[in-house]
């Protein structure tokens, strides 16, 4: 039985499950989303060029992905570190850091980061989507040169040629339709997860059909579902019964965009990106519904525009505004208290 068994693993080390306190399962504090950037539109040039100022700011919350240093979130460290400290202050205790390969994981900044701050910061193993993959990754096999072996030895002993150990496996990214490449990694996510007994959490791609298809790949490959969350259903599954289906296989469901309000969302035009009050929303159906155990919620922060630096609502959102719009919502403080801690403690302890 692993060391990790019964703990959560952090940056900094092994802590025992009841000290995590409220927790973001779902946040990045350094990375970098130049493989997502979006051309501007015609005329939009100058703008995506230009520096961030107040007056391009609905602009650019408009248009995030087509600014091409709004992209680059590893710059700003000092600002995470103010953040972090607010979050502190807010009665925030730890944050799940997500930043996989392919999108500039610095595990020696998110140990800096939980040093300076207090915060307990948990960092994710693995591969993020297809596009990212390098001509390296491609050729590895699932069980011989090995992707289930580079993923279990970032959780035992440390990842990018450091002693620091990842706490989670993800967010493992997948694209639509699901490329071989990325069924290749979710395979060796789901034997890494059963050699370790550890979470795990997937970035779907962008369909309804996503969620369902990782979560069977992952089934099939012998992985724990009932210890693996799915992210950003509040842009993948819009259907009432369609979620009811998906929350049916096991997972947990997170809902981690919360901040994130724009009229086009380019990655998918014809999503219409709910409000964080229809995200509200969809928290009360599912715990009507009986799935209180299984919600979990987050910001997903992923680029500059979102820091309160540059007038967004920064890491300590939820707890200041989305927690009493909540209860206004006949959500109750045990449930609040469930989904911000007992959820993501159960999920982030090792077996
Ligand atoms: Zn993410």
Known sequence: MPEQSGKVQTVLGLIEPGQLGRTMTHEHLTMTFECSHVPPAPGDEGLAAAPIEMKHLHWLQQNPYSHSENLLLNQEIEAVKEELLCYRKAGGGSIVENTTTGITRNLPVLRKLAKETGVHIIAGAGYYVDVTHSDETRKMTVEKVCLTDIIVSEVLHGADGTDIRCGVIGEIGTSWPITESEKK???????????????????????????????????????????????????????????????????????????????????????????????????????????????????????KHRLTKYGGHGFSHILKNIVPKMLSRGITQNQVEKILIENPKQWLTFK
């Open 185 to 303: 990694v979710l395979r060796a996510t789901a034997h890494a997860q059963t050699q370790l007994g550890c979470p795990v959490i997937i970035h779907p791609g962008r369909n309804k059909a996503a969620p369902g298809e990782a979560i069977r790949i992952l089934q099939e490959a012998g992985g724990n579902i009932s210890k693996t969350v799915m992210s950003h259903l509040d842009r993948t599954l819009f259907d009432q019964q369609e979620l009811l289906e998906f929350a049916k296989m096991g997972s947990y469901l997170e809902y981690d965009l919360f901040g994130t309000e724009m009229l086009n969302y380019p990655f998918n035009l014809d999503v219409d990106m709910p409000s964080d009050s229809q995200r509200v929303q969809a928290l009360a159906f599912l715990i009507r519904e009986g799935y209180e155990d299984r919600i979990l919620i987050a910001h997903d922060i992923h680029t």
